[in-house]
Structure formats: C-alpha cells, structure tokens
C-alpha cells in the first residue's frame, strides 16, 4: 500500500509517495513550479534532480520542471498574436533568447493525492489570472504524476483557456535521467526523427535532416547534444530509449500530442534529459506544433517513464 510523506523542504512541502514494500517512490515540490524532485523502482532514482531546498531556489539547469506556455526558447522573446506585440523577458542570457515559459516558478495547489495498494497520484493545478504583460492570457494548468508497481511513472496534463479569445500555448517536461554515473556511460536509442536545425542563437533555421546516429541503440561517449528532433511518425507513439548501470528506461509519448522532444546532455556530463514537447523551438513565431486553445476549450497531454529493466 502506497503511503504519503510531507516535510519540510526549505520555504517548500516536499510530498512523497511511496510504497515501504517495495520502494518504488515520487517526491514533488508543488509549490516550486510541480517540481518532480525525484523517481525510484525498487529504492534506486532513476532522475538526477534537486536533492537540497538551495538546489531547487535556485533552479540550475531546469531539472525537471513544467514548461509552459511554451518549451525551449523563443526568438529575443518576441512575438505576435492576434495582431498585438508582446516581448517576453530574456531569460536565457547565453542567446539572448527568453526560455520555457513561466509556470516552473509558480506555486501550484494540490487538489488531492490518491494512495492505492499498487499506484498512487497527486494533483497539482495553477490558474493564472493574465497578469503578465508579455502573456495576458488567463489559463488553468492542471498535473498529475502517478506511479504503478509495474514500473511506469506518468505525467498527465490538461490546460484549458479562461480568456475571451484564442490564445497559444506549447507544453514540455525537462527531466534529467541519471542511471549510470556520467552521460558518457550511458547507452541511447532514438526514434525514427528529423533533426531541426537552428543558428547560433539556437532557433530554427527553417532546415531539417534525418538524423539517425542513434536509430540503433548505442554509447552516448563524447556526443554532446542540445538539439530539438520531431518524430517521423504521425500516429501512435514512440519511445526515447535511455540504458546504464544495468537499468533501461523509456520515455513514452504520443507523436500527435508530442511530435517534437529535445536532447540535451549538460556540460557537467552528469545525465542526459529527454524532454518531449507538444511545439518546435520557437512555435510561438514559426507555430510548428503550436496548440491554439479556443475559449473554455481544453487539451489534454500525457507522457510516460517506464523502467523496462
């Protein structure tokens, strides 16, 4: 039987659901952002996120957040709708860019945490009134993480629109899996995909090509990668293949709902994150993916982690 555990975590409640039978676990931090602090199968993590409240205050790297409106990064934080301007702040200095949206620094409630003999979940929601300049759009972003004996950990999420008209919106999730002691050591399978191509600021040139370096199953070594890729298949779904230390993982998502996901292995070269995203780099300027939610409509999204070994 799943059990809940509240603590003190810094100026935060760390929830942490977990089963003493087994040691399958999930900790969040719902008032920094949702923050999925940590994932174990059988009393072994599987995430390389913020072990310390100072670690998640400050946010480095983006471990494991919630990116919305948008995922990645948008051109010098500028863009157009429904004939207005609007510039975002410039949050990512290295390119001059503004980075993942907002709500990853936003306190979310938590609607109600279900504990079950062989799963258990927790409900976190934010509704943002429009008060931002740059986004003056109210919305209502709701998350639920759930865990099951059967080795799956998964991130379901429904946005629905609370202003008078039409508003844009991409989401992602930016976890960093850590199964062996460095990214090198890891093994790396890709689906099917197109690399986007991007300039020197990082947002897309408009080019694609095939990229299929990883279509079977090898050693991550030096690669170093912080690339956005769209999934060639246009129905069902497809997997993000992460292997080390004697585990595999899957990242699972629909490549209707997530046509897009990033890879990124860090400097630090302590693990790699495997982000899948409703939206190209930029969607809110090219709209390469963009979901444009019409007033009181709602869209729904779920991804999944599964240990398969």
Known sequence: MYELKKEAFGKYTRFTLFNPANGNSFSVAPERGANVLDIRFSGQ?????????????????GKSVLLFPFPNRLDRGKYEWLGRQYQFPLN??????????????EAFEVEYVFLAKDHASILCSYTYEGERSYYPFPFMLEVEFMIHDNGTFTLETACKNLHSQAIPVGFGWHPYFRLADVADKHHLQLPSCEMVAIHERMIPTGERHVFDDFKRKKVVGETALDNCFQCTKTAGSYKLVLEGGGRRIAVKAGSRQFPFFQVFTPPHRESIALEPMSCNVDAFNNGQGLVVLQPEQEWKAKMEVRLEA
């Open 45 to 61: 993590t599987i995430l390389d996120g913020y072990t310390t409240p100072e670690e998640l205050e400050a946010a480095k790297w």
């Open 92 to 105: 990512n200095a290295a390119t001059d860019n503004a980075i993942h949206g907002f709500v990853r620094d």
